[in-house]
Nanobody, 124 residues
Framework: QVLLSESGGGLVQAGGSLKLSCAAS????????LAWFRQGPGQEREFVAA??????YYSDVAKGRFTISRDIAKKMLYLQMNSLNSEDTAVYFC???????????????????WGQGTQVIVSP
């Protein structure tokens, strides 16, 4: 069982940066796969980035702009977002699970635990 709570969302101008945080409540933090998903207005929830077995994975839109990281001691997951644009406007969710594989990381339905989400709005 994992409880997740996102924070750090807000309003930012296009071209700006924002860092999201996700606090995890679990005694086995290091054993979980971790990810960030987002859901824009009228859109499906989509994959952004993930960490599995120490390796990182990114969606095409995130590569080169976003960086996913974790602090094991603090049980925190982060998403550093740079060069933001209007298409990045969405509710961002952190997720966790213990059995995901590389080929299914990008599928929301394969993740077991979700946070409440934090809103990110990128203004022109």
């Amino acid at each position: 069982q994992v409880l997740l709570s996102e924070s750090g969302g807000g309003l930012v101008q296009a071209g700006g940066s924002l860092k999201l945080s996700c606090a995890a409540s679990t005694s086995n933090f290091v054993r979980y796969n971790l990810a960030w998903f987002r859901q824009g207005p009228g859109q499906e929830r989509e994959f952004v980035a993930a960490i599995r077995s120490g390796a990182t994975y990114y969606s095409d839109v995130a590569k080169g702009r976003f960086t996913i990281s974790r602090d094991i001691a603090k049980k925190m997951l982060y998403l550093q977002m740079n060069s933001l644009n209007s298409e990045d406007t969405a509710v961002y969710f952190c997720a966790a699970d213990s059995t995901n594989i590389v080929s299914t990381l990008r599928q929301p339905e394969t993740w077991d635990y979700w946070g409440q989400g934090t809103q990110v709005i990128v203004s022109p």
